[in-house]
């Protein structure tokens, strides 16, 4: 057999998969939106139509599979874009913004999103030992050291994923087989050609772990004056050793990305709780609610209260 009708063949096999994940996605995904599955930190997200603008949201450590459509991501100054039979991975929280660029009511956007505690991570890859690939090996995404990364898709880590979304159809086998099944997508995530730089994420004492920790201490106190010299000590880092390993991290400044989990907060305070602007913006940090307000509207391109009512007014695809 040629290469060409090699690479024909696993081409036609791949599809194949794709096509029959996206019918069982579909069964589980009447309806457009995120939807949580029963199986736990599984969720099935659905969009029939391209988004004309932007949402905005923050991804937790998680792996995203596209099996049908586009989408867009835009992560401080980089942009990326993922269609069919890719997958992203999230090691750290971050603050995004996405669009859906391809998708119709006869071929909706799919993905399935597998949420990901770092310590399955960290224990899987002392479980490989030797066996894991280097940290020290050149990821193929081109900002290495990036908290965000696309990859493709092989036929291993399609079936593995397809087996965990068909345990929907097998309620029974789900406590047995799920956990392994997941451990599986790990595990070829980890052998996988980005799998190198997800392990630097999870060596301790790695300059991008003592980074996820900044992040994750962020995360937790970001209503809380920034001062880069604690977050220093805590990472064990210089300050500009600190500022620019974040920046290589998250695509943005310690400050900037401060500003939008702050932003971020505000917002689902006044869409889910009925926060006034004023009171969100003082619950997440701001001294001043027309400091609040312009910064707002440069994040989201409207003001707080224009914002709000256009969110409750329709139905938004998760970013």
Known sequence: MSQDQHSSDISRDLESARSKLARTVLRWAPAEGLRESPLSGVGLIRSDVATASCVSGVYEPSLGFIVQGEKVLQLGDREISYGPLSYLASSVHLPVQARVVNASPEQPYLAIKLVVDPQEVTDLVLEQGGQAPSADMDPPCREVNCGLCVARMDMGLLSAVSRLVELLDSPADVPVLAPLVRKEILYRVLMGEMGA????????????????????????????????????????????????????????????????????????????????AASASYRVGYESPSHFSREYSRMFGAPPRADVNKLRGEQRIPA
Do not use: C, W
């Open 197 to 276: 730089r997800i392990r630097k994420f999870a060596v301790a004492d790695s300059q991008a772990n003592r980074i996820s920790q900044v992040i994750a201490l962020l995360k937790d106190r970001f209503a809380e004056p920034l001062r880069i010299s604690e977050l220093a000590d805590r990472a064990n880092m210089s300050e500009s050793s600190l500022y620019h390993s974040f920046k290589q991290v998250t695509r943005m400044s310690p400050l900037q990305f401060q500003k939008k989990l702050r932003l971020h907060e505000a917002r689902r305070l006044m869409l889910s709780e009925g926060l006034e």
